[in-house]
């Protein structure tokens, strides 16, 4: 007898964690003898405690195939971190409770490290309790910090994002720099790694050169050797671009953006470290600045989402459903980099005891000698995620994207959870 | 004999200002027999104050049909206006000097309203100083406040640009809300005129509805009455989206940005209006907030660009060479819209008299009664400007824009001018 599966998204959304849906749905689709229904958890792992199951067979299979191209959270997503299973033992209980309820043989949790350690937990839980589960987790996050896999799905299009819009900011303030703007400060994300900043460095190639500084939360922040660095930019090429990651620290190892500084005015910041490090420059270089800060824009921009990014968030998803009907628990499918030139990956299974819990950092040989660009290594790193281009659908000028019913499941259960 | 032609760009530059330098330039090499050379100004008109002109004839063909997807000023732009003949009369006169030396006939200012009032004024100190010269105005401003002209070139690309960003961000903000960001506020450009905030609103429509608020210059902020409808949008929606103009101004009709305004913790803001309102959301109303602006990603996103307005920003620098070869002279070409469905257009004449120094505002019947969105009237007009894609190659994932080689026109003349 198939049994039924759930799927939930974890965390912070990305342009193409739906292409990660699309491939667990449509895979499991495929496999009537083994997998009945796919209910998905209605703003993620929430949905599970609070028998809120999404029946995913009411969605067409346009529906679904349209999900490849549709940016964020088809079902939801939350932040809700669930402990060690003896300090949340009530809520990893009840998800074994409502699994039964439903017949849910199948636990597909997508998300980072945080969920990768839930989806671990679940799988020993099930265990205990004798109840048949195959718990696998599928990757996602834009931070690319996740263990065992070469580059995490939703990385790619965020990296691809960032050089776009840094290389065309940087032909905007070339254009300008003669009577106005010189420098030109976007912040990123990636408070922990700097694998976001590192991306923003590939706006500056040798075909399309451009005076260039990153500002990793790797190298704690010289306001002095930094100033200098911006100074004998815009002396040798008129004007700078400056990438900070909003996880900069200062020589105390504070955020900038919270660690209460003031700008050349005296004025306190309220959160941006663009903004910040745009008064200083002014302050005391005296040139001309604007600074923007993408925040959503740059996770959520599945107009530019890369190809390769978007085909192997298909890939883990579809992988995902491959391993559970081989009967393969506590894992997570992987993407393994065969070769550089030309690029060629395949999908490997990780241990999910080697991925819970751990942040895979930006390799300090990715960051040049000055701690203000990318080496090399980081360029053959880069380049292959953010290739390929595949644009979702316009209609009417804009991207049209994919709006599902989320048609409730029934609820089995008579007692009730409070999240 | 064929006359030189001398062309500039002027201002803040646009993602496809440079399709309006292809049209002029690949029209001129057209008219041989009236056109010779095209001299392009290095940093707009201050190129021809210093005697600083570009030899286009040295660029390959293959490049200058590739300024029709490149963003930004191909050869520099500036901010630097002419004032009135007798304020700036050296200025005049260096210009109708260099013109001489250069044997230019034809004048072509690529601006806004600023540079068609130059413009105007360069014919007529020319025909004064009985000087044959025929100046023409190539409109471009993504602030869409030029008359006459039913749009501005550029305006449509920074439409679809943030119609698009905010469609996206909602759909991130959607997902997250249970648990997280419940309210999202985005930054656009239009100080004076609400053209890109009222662009955002397109983002929300009855296929993808989206509960969305915009902050136009035109309405006075009224906190009190905007707090009440976020709380509204948040309790029937679950999250809200806020769209506002850098120019949104407080009751007193001073800039919310530079007002000294003091955010719920007593901190003096410092630029950024959307940290300012996200600030107050969630001070008054404790719902999380994030916020982005974007600034010159958005007036430089050629690889989003609107057909329409590629088409239209070529079509006004073809339309500008014509004009010229048939002698007219203190014209533009403006956009005549023919009808909305099917959307039609033309290229017209219209006196600069009519364009210098006016600024047309967002008519009031585009914003909503209560001053949170857009009418029907609104949709109807925009709609049109931003339909069409056109998306440069790409190289290794990334956009792949022209450089040129600017090679600069040997001088003729002893004196120098100091700008």
Chains 1, 2 share one sequence.
């Not at 599945?302 to 995902?320: C, F, M, P």
């Not at 316009?394 to 049209?400: A, C, M, S, Y």
């Amino acid at each position: 007898m198939p049994r039924n599966a759930f799927y939930a998204q974890s965390g912070g959304v990305t342009a193409v964690i739906n292409a990660s849906a699309a491939g667990v749905i449509e895979t499991a689709r495929n496999y009537e003898d083994r997998i009945g229904k796919v209910y998905a958890g209605r703003n993620g792992i929430i949905g599970a405690l609070a028998e809120d199951l999404i029946d995913t067979s009411r969605e067409t299979a346009r529906a679904i195939a349209a999900l490849r191209y549709t940016p964020a959270g088809a079902f939801g997503s939350c932040r809700y971190k669930l402990k060690s299973l003896e300090e949340s033992r009530v809520q990893y209980e009840r998800l074994m409770e409502v699994f039964r309820a439903h017949d849910i043989g199948y636990f597909f949790y997508n998300g980072g490290n945080d969920s990768a350690d839930t989806c671990l937990k679940v799988s020993q839980i099930a265990e205990k309790l004798d109840y048949p589960l195959c718990a696998i987790h599928v990757p996602k996050t834009v931070d690319n910090d996740l263990a065992v896999t070469d580059n995490c799905p939703g990385f790619g299009s965020v990296a691809k994002y960032v050089a776009t819009s840094m290389r065309e900011a940087a032909f905007d303030v070339a254009s300008m720099a003669k009577t106005s703007t010189k420098v030109f400060v976007l912040e990123v994300m990636g408070r922990h790694a700097g694998w976001i900043t590192s991306a923003v460095g590939m706006a500056d190639d040798a075909d399309t050169p451009i005076p260039l500084l990153l500002l990793f939360p790797e190298v704690r922040f010289d306001e002095t050797a930094f100033l200098a660095a911006v100074d004998a930019k815009v002396k040798a090429h008129g004007y700078c671009c400056v990438g900070v990651s909003e996880g900069l620290l200062d020589a105390q190892g504070r955020l900038l953006a919270e660690a209460g500084s003031r700008d050349a005015f005296g004025h306190a910041q309220l959160g941006g470290v663009a903004p910040l490090i745009a008064s200083i420059v002014t302050a005391r270089l005296g040139y001309k600045n604007h600074w923007a800060v993408a925040d959503y824009l740059q996770r959520a921009a599945r107009h530019i989402a890369s190809k390769t990014d978007v085909e192997q968030s298909y890939a883990v998803g579809k992988a995902a459903v491959e391993f559970a009907v081989r009967g393969r628990n506590a894992v997570m499918p992987a993407i393994t980099r065969v070769s550089d030139k030309p690029y060629r990956w395949k999908i490997t299974e990780a241990p999910l005891a080697k991925v819970a819990n751990v942040e895979k950092m930006l390799p300090r040989e990715f960051i040049s000698a000055d701690g203000y660009g990318i080496t090399g290594k980081a360029r053959a790193y880069l380049g292959p995620l953010m290739r390929g281009e595949d644009p979702p659908p316009f209609r009417d000028g804009l991207p049209h994207y994919q709006r599902l019913k989320n048609v409730a499941v029934a609820k089995k259960l008579a007692t009730e959870f409070k999240v």
